[in-house]
C-alpha cells in the first residue's frame, strides 16, 4: 500500500489559453512550505519555481511527504468572458485534483477547499482524487475584472506522490443548468430501491422535469418509471426514489430537462442484482477439507458451515490433542508429529445435519495451502484504523454470516504503531489500540485469525514505526499477542534500499529473507504476505523465502482502469508460480463500502465490475481479503462474497491458478484445472459495449456446464447469451 503524504502549494500563471468563457493554466510558480501569508496577493514569488499543475510534483522531482507547499497563478480574468453567457451572476474556478488535500484563495480570499488539513478540527482526511469546482459571486467573489488576479492553492501531501495533478487550472463561466447533477444511491437491502438526488451547485435559479425508467437488461422490457417535476437549490438538492427487483438485471436511466433551457443531464446506473440462490437452512460445509499447520503450533481453524442456528458440532475419530468447540465447530488444540490426521465432522441443527471428511495436515510447510480469506482495515479505515473498529468487524463478519463462509483473518494494516518503540527496543502501539495480546484472545476464542502489518524499512508507508533493525524483537512481539499473519510492506525500505551499490534481485530478497528466519523460529503459524508490488519479479522467488503470497502489483483502486490493469493485464502468464502455500496476490478486493479513510462510500465499480473483480479474484487463486466495512454490507455484496461454489474455485485443493487461455476482440476466456477433474472457465467481456456469445463457442455441448453464480446447470438453449460490457459468464465443465 503506497500511501500518500502531504504538503503545500501555490501557482503562477504560465500560458492562458482564452476560449468563449474559458481561460485555462497549466502552469505555475511552486515554492515548498507552508506560510498563510503566500496567500496574499502582494506576496513576491519572483524566486519560485515553475511547475506543471497536470503533473504530481514527484513527477517533476519534489518529494514532499507529510508536507505542506504551495502554487501561485497570476492572470488577467477578461470581463468579456460575461459577454454572451445565458447567466452572469457567478464565475467557476475548476482546480486541478490535488493529492491529498487544498486550500484556494483568489486574491486572499478563501473560496475553497477539498478535503481536512492536519490540525484542523475534523483532523486530516485524504480527498486526493476528488474533482475541485469553486463557484465565485462575479460582483463581490473578488475578482478584479481586467486586471491582474493571484491565485493561491495550498497543498498538504499525506503520502507520494504529492501534489496537484490531471488537469489544468480553468476559470470559466457556466451556463445556467451547468451546477446541476445527478446522485445515485443503490440500496439493496430489504425491498431494493434506487434513491435519485439532484442537486445545485450554484446560487442559479431552475427548475426542470425528471423522468425515471428501469429497464430488464435480459428480456429489454421497461419494469419501472416515474416522472416529477423539481426544483433543485443550492444546498438544497431534491429527490425521488423507485422500487426494483433486486433478482433481475437492471438499468436505471434518468434524465433531467431544464424547462426554461431545454438543457438536459442524463445518468444511467447498473442496478445491484444478486444472482446467488439463498443458501439452505440445513448445515452446509462451505470450505477445503483440508487446513495446514506446524508440529507445535496452535491450531485454530473454524469450520466454515451455513444454516440456521443454533447448531451443533460433533467429530468422529478426532486424534488426541485436538478438541472441537460443539456450538461454532471451532477446532483447536497442537500436534506435536507431522503426519495427516483425518476425520468427519458433523454439523446438525433443527432442519437437519451434514459431515465432511476433513484433514489436518500436519508438516514444516503447511502454511497457506489455500489462499487466506479474511479482512484487512486498509481500503475502509487506512490509518484512521483502531482496535474497536476491528473487534467491530469481527463481530460484523460473524453476525453477517461471513465466517461461514469460510473468511476468517482479521488484518490490522497501517497506524497501529506508536511514535517511538519501548526502552527495550520492542514495538509499541498507540493509543487506538489498548492490548494486542487481548484483541488476539478474543479473536482467537471465536475461532478467527489475527493479521498485522510491518514494514522491513524505518518507516511504514503512512510514516509509523517499521522493523528495520528489530525484526526478531518484532517477530517475538507477533508472537507473544498471538499473531496469525504478516503483511510486510517495502514502504520506508526504499531508502536502506537506495544506499546500496548492487540493486539486484538479492537486494530486493534480503530484508525478506531476514524477517521470514525470525518469524519461522516462532512456536506458531504466521501466514508470510510479501507486499513488495512485484518488484524484481518477486514470483519468481516469493516461494524461496518462504513465502506464503506475495504483492504482484501496485496497489489497487475502485476504478475499471485499476482493476483491469492488475487483474488482467498483470496477472497473464503468472499460473506457474502458484501452488499451495505460495500465491500470487493481486491486492484486496474493492466491493461494499470502501474510502480509504473515515469517511466510507459504495465501491465506484459497477455491479457488472464487481461480479468480474471476485470471479476472476476466485480464479486467480488470489487471497481473497474483504477491503470494505463489513457492518455495512448489503445484500449485494453478502452475495457477492457468499457464494459457495465460486468460493470452492478458489479454495480449491489443486491449488492451480488461472491463466488467459483465448483473447479475440474484447473477449478474454481464462480457465483453471480443479482437483475433481473439472474446470473453472471466466468468459469476459472487457470492451465498452454488451457482446453477444456462444458458449459453446468455448465449451464442448458435450459437457456439463455449470452456472456459477446461479449455481445451475445450463441447457443447450442457454448457451447464446449477452456479457454486458465488463461483465463475465462464470462457468464449471466437467
Known amino acids: 500500500m503506497m500511501k500518500r503524504n502531504f504538503l503545500l502549494v501555490l501557482v503562477t500563471l504560465v500560458g492562458i489559453c482564452a476560449e468563449a468563457q474559458n481561460v485555462s493554466i497549466s502552469k505555475a510558480r511552486f515554492q515548498k512550505g507552508d506560510d498563510l501569508s503566500w496567500a496574499k496577493p502582494e506576496t513576491n514569488d519572483a524566486s519560485w519555481k515553475e511547475i506543471d499543475m497536470t503533473k504530481n510534483w514527484d513527477d517533476q522531482g519534489y518529494a514532499i511527504n507529510k508536507a505542506y507547499a504551495w502554487y501561485r497563478v497570476h492572470l488577467t480574468i477578461p470581463s468579456s468572458l460575461l459577454k454572451g453567457a445565458d447567466q452572469q451572476k457567478i464565475v467557476v474556478f475548476n482546480l486541478p485534483k490535488a493529492d491529498d488535500t487544498d486550500e484556494c484563495y483568489l486574491n486572499g480570499k478563501l473560496i475553497g477547499k477539498t478535503g481536512s488539513m492536519p490540525g484542523d478540527k475534523a483532523g486530516y482526511r485524504s480527498a486526493w482524487s476528488t474533482p475541485r469546482n469553486y463557484p465565485v459571486d462575479a460582483k463581490t467573489g473578488g475578482i478584479r475584472w481586467d486586471a491582474d488576479n493571484v491565485i493561491a492553492i495550498r497543498v498538504y501531501n499525506g503520502g507520494e506522490p504529492g501534489g496537484l495533478f490531471d488537469n489544468p487550472l480553468t476559470v470559466r463561466v457556466p451556463n445556467a443548468a451547468e451546477g446541476l447533477s445527478l446522485r445515485f444511491t443503490d440500496v439493496n437491502e430489504g ?4 434513491d435519485i438526488e439532484l442537486s445545485n451547485a450554484y446560487p442559479l435559479t431552475t427548475s426542470g422535469t425528471l423522468a425515471v425508467s428501469i429497464t430488464d437488461r435480459d428480456t429489454g422490457k421497461k419494469v419501472g418509471s416515474l416522472t416529477k417535476k423539481l426544483s433543485p437549490k443550492q444546498g438544497k438538492p431534491v429527490s425521488v426514489s423507485i422500487p426494483y427487483d433486486k433478482k433481475k438485471v437492471c438499468l436505471l436511466e434518468a434524465t433531467y430537462t431544464d424547462s426554461k433551457s431545454g438543457v438536459t443531464i442524463s445518468k444511467r446506473l447498473p442496478l445491484k442484482y444478486i444472482l446467488t440462490p439463498p443458501a439452505p437452512a440445513t448445515p452446509r460445509f462451505n470450505g477445503a477439507p483440508l487446513f495446514g499447520v506446524r508440529p507445535g503450533s496452535p491450531v485454530i481453524y473454524r469450520f466454515p458451515v451455513s444454516g440456521e442456528r443454533p447448531m451443533k458440532f460433533t467429530a468422529a475419530n478426532l486424534p488426541a490433542g485436538l478438541k472441537l468447540s460443539e456450538s461454532d465447530g471451532v477446532l483447536s488444540g497442537k500436534i506435536d508429529k507431522a503426519g495427516d490426521l483425518t476425520f468427519t465432522v458433523t454439523a446438525e441443527n433443527a432442519k437437519g445435519k451434514a459431515s465432511q471428511e476433513f484433514t489436518l495436515k500436519v508438516g514444516d510447510r503447511m502454511i497457506g495451502l489455500t489462499p487466506p480469506m479474511g479482512w484487512n482495515s486498509w481500503n475502509c479505515w487506512a490509518l484512521s484504523v483502531s482496535q474497536e473498529k476491528v473487534m467491530s468487524s469481527a463481530q460484523a463478519l460473524l453476525d453477517k454470516g461471513l465466517a461461514d463462509y469460510g473468511y476468517c483473518y482479521m488484518n490490522i494494516d497501517d497506524g497501529w504503531e506508536a511514535e517511538q518503540r519501548n526502552p527495550d527496543g520492542t514495538i509499541a502501539v498507540n493509543e487506538k489500540f489498548p492490548s494486542m495480546k487481548a484483541l488476539g484472545d478474543w479473536l482467537h476464542e471465536r475461532g478467527l485469525k489475527f493479521g498485522i502489518y510491518s514494514s522491513p524499512g524505518d518507516y511504514t ?36 534500499h537506495a544506499k546500496e551499490r548492487d540493486k539486484g534481485v538479492a537486494s530486493y530478497v534480503r530484508p525478506y529473507l531476514l524477517m521470514q528466519k525470525y518469524l519461522r523460529e516462532q512456536p506458531r503459524d504466521i501466514f508470510y504476505s510479501l507486499c513488495q508490488y512485484g518488484m524484481a519479479k518477486v514470483w519468481e522467488w516469493g516461494r524461496f523465502v518462504d513465502a506464503n503470497s506475495w504483492r504482484t502489483t501496485g496497489d489497487i483502486y475502485d476504478a475499471w482502469v485499476s482493476m483491469y490493469d492488475i487483474g488482467f493485464k498483470r496477472q497473464a502468464g503468472l499460473a506457474p508460480y502458484a501452488a499451495p502455500g505460495h500465491w500470487n496476490d493481486p491486492d484486496m478486493l ?13 465501491s465506484r465499480l459497477t455491479p457488472d465490475e464487481q461480479y468480474t473483480h471476485i470471479t476472476l479474484w476466485t480464479l486467480l487463486a488470489s487471497n481473497m481479503l474483504i477491503g470494505c466495512d463489513i457492518a455495512q454490507m448489503d445484500d449485494f455484496t453478502i452475495g457477492l462474497l457468499c457464494n459457495n461454489e465460486v468460493n470452492a474455485i478458489n479454495q480449491d485443493i489443486l491449488g492451480k491458478q488461472a491463466d488467459r487461455v483465448s483473447k479475440v476482440g474484447d473477449i478474454e476466456v481464462w480457465s483453471r484445472p480443479l482437483a475433481d477433474g473439472g474446470t473453472a472457465i471466466g468468459i469476459f467481456n472487457v470492451g465498452d459495449e454488451d457482446k453477444q456469445v456462444n458458449i459453446a463457442d468455448y465449451v464442448s455441448k458435450n459437457f456439463t456446464i455449470r452456472d456459477l453464480w446461479r449455481q445451475k446447470n445450463l441447457s443447450a438453449d442457454e448457451l447464446n447469451c449477452t456479457i454486458p460490457t465488463h461483465g463475465c459468464k462464470y462457468l464449471k465443465v466437467k
Do not use: M, T
Not at 425491498?191 to 434506487?194: I, L, P
Not at 528495520?468 to 499477542?481: F, G, K, M, P
Not at 474493492?590 to 459504495?602: A, H, M, P, Q, T
Open 590 to 602: 474493492i466491493v461494499g463500502k470502501v474510502g480509504w479513510s473515515s469517511n466510507l462510500r459504495d
Open 461 to 496: 508507508c503512512g510514516g509509523y514505526l517499521g522493523s528495520i533493525d528489530h525484526e526478531l524483537q518484532d517477530a517475538e512481539s507477533y508472537n507473544s499477542w498471538g499473531v496469525d499473519y504478516l503483511k510486510y510492506d517495502w514502504c520506508g525500505y526504499g531508502r536502506a
Open 191 to 194: 425491498q431494493a430501491h434506487c
